[in-house]
């Protein structure tokens, strides 16, 4: 009985679903080359808590992935193939990172989808999940990259930046971009078309 559950839930993937996931976290990737010069520009006007404005641009593609395909195990293999894609094209921030971070964006998102049974796909949700992704990578990153020299005033404030652009730039985004596309046609081979909710 068991068996036959678990059957129904981890539901197999398309050739679609793996091409999707892939392109995605290959765009991912071009996009983290792009957003690098522009990090640090931020950083350099307005130091920790700027950069932390566009912190929700890095974690888009799984989620959105997630959105569309609305399978388990979708943000597994789609920030798993990102870390890989990452590592090879390079990243200021080291191959660790590329790897630590996925492993701590895929852990909540398939929590969060796991916890509503993968039923619940509305703003809201995506909202609470974009922000909810922060945090454990955030701790991880202090701990690597030696924030805690920024005094713990800042990494808090640094936190809460972090998590609203979570909320707006991967949760909103998600939303808007995945609802988007569908009403385009452009997804008629998968979950999100023609159930994407207000």
């Known amino acids: 009985m068991k068996e036959r559950n678990s059957g129904k839930v981890f539901q197999r993937f398309t050739t679609l679903d793996i091409v999707l996931m892939a392109m995605l976290a290959a765009a991912n990737a071009v996009m983290t080359v792009f957003l690098s010069p522009v990090n640090q520009a931020l950083n350099g006007l307005g130091g920790p808590i700027l950069t932390s404005t566009i912190t929700g641009l890095y974690m888009i593609y799984g989620l959105l992935a997630y959105y569309i395909i609305r399978k388990p195990g979708t943000a597994l293999i789609t920030y798993g193939i990102g870390a890989v894609v990452q590592a090879f094209m390079g990243t200021a921030y080291g191959i660790l990172s590329c790897f630590v971070a996925a492993a701590c964006y895929l852990v909540i998102v398939e929590a969060a989808f796991a916890l509503v049974r993968y039923k619940n796909w509305s703003l809201p949700m995506l909202l609470i999940t974009g922000g ?7 701790f991880f990153a202090v701990q690597m990259y030696g924030y805690t020299k920024w005094g713990m005033d800042v990494l ?9 652009s979570g909320m707006i730039l991967c949760g909103l985004l998600v ?17 999100v078309d023609g159930r994407a909710e207000a």
């Open 132 to 138: 909810a992704m922060v945090p454990l990578w955030f």
């Open 156 to 164: 808090l404030i640094a936190l809460v930046v972090r998590v609203l």
């Open 175 to 191: 939303k808007l971009l995945g609802d988007a596309l569908a009403s385009s046609g452009l997804l008629r081979r998968f979950a």
